[in-house]
Structure formats: C-alpha cells, structure tokens
C-alpha cells in the first residue's frame, strides 16, 4: 500500500528558507504525479507544487513561483520542495500527495494518497 511521509518544516523569520521531504514507498511511481499541498487555519487545501514522477515536467502556483523548488530523486524514492523568501502568508500543514496517473491537476481531490502533513510557520 501507499505510503507518504513528510519531513522538514519547522519555525523560520520571514526571508528565510526551509525545505520538507516526502518519502514515496509501497509501489513504483513512475506513472504518477506527485503533488505538493498547503493549508492554513481556516483556509481550504491549496496546490502549491507538483512533478511527474517519470518526465520530472514541473507546475507552480502563481504565489510561489519563483520561491519555490520541486524535486524528485526517483533512486531514494523522495520529493523534495524548498522553499526561499518565505513569507508570513506561506505559514500553514503542508501535505505530499500522490495522483496516480501523470498529468497534472491541482484539486486535492483529484489525488488518491496523502502524507499526514507537516507545519511550517513563518514568522513576521
């Protein structure tokens, strides 16, 4: 069965950089798009980032293009985002999901697997 497991995250000053990890296991994703997700108090889940596992074609959100970084290591099984100038707004559970199929989409439920999501706050 699926698996996703976020690390990283934490407590940073606005401007500061952070970067948190997903470990893909259970099955070979070379036929999915995996996808990164955010979601503040009160505030419905958004997509933040996304990458085909196989072809590695990447898709930001408008608000961290440029800030953000997605990655995958297809020999570790991982997908990375890191994260630069982050701002007080970036502050919310940030969740790795797993599409199985490769293109890209934002809504979360368009997603069939999900991390138990990690906290990252940015401090003003």
């Known amino acids: 069965q699926v698996q996703l497991v976020e690390s990283g995250g934490g407590l940073v000053q606005t401007g500061g950089s952070l970067s948190v990890s997903c470990a893909a296991s259970?099955?070979?994703?070379?036929?999915?798009?995996m996808g990164w997700f955010r979601q503040a108090p009160g505030k419905e889940r958004e997509f933040v980032a996304g990458i085909s596992w196989s072809a590695g074609s990447i898709y930001y959100s408008d608000s961290v293009k440029g800030r953000f970084t997605i990655s995958r290591d297809k020999a570790k099984n991982t997908v990375s985002l890191q994260m630069d100038s982050l701002k007080p707004e970036d502050t919310a559970v940030y969740y790795c999901?797993?599409?199985?199929?490769?293109?890209?989409?934002?809504?979360?439920?368009?997603?069939?697997?999900w991390g138990q999501g990690t906290q990252v706050t940015v401090s003003s």
């Open positions: 999901a797993a599409r199985a199929r490769t293109n890209y989409r934002t809504r979360p439920n368009e997603y069939d697997y």
């Open positions: 259970g099955r070979s994703f070379s036929s999915y798009f």
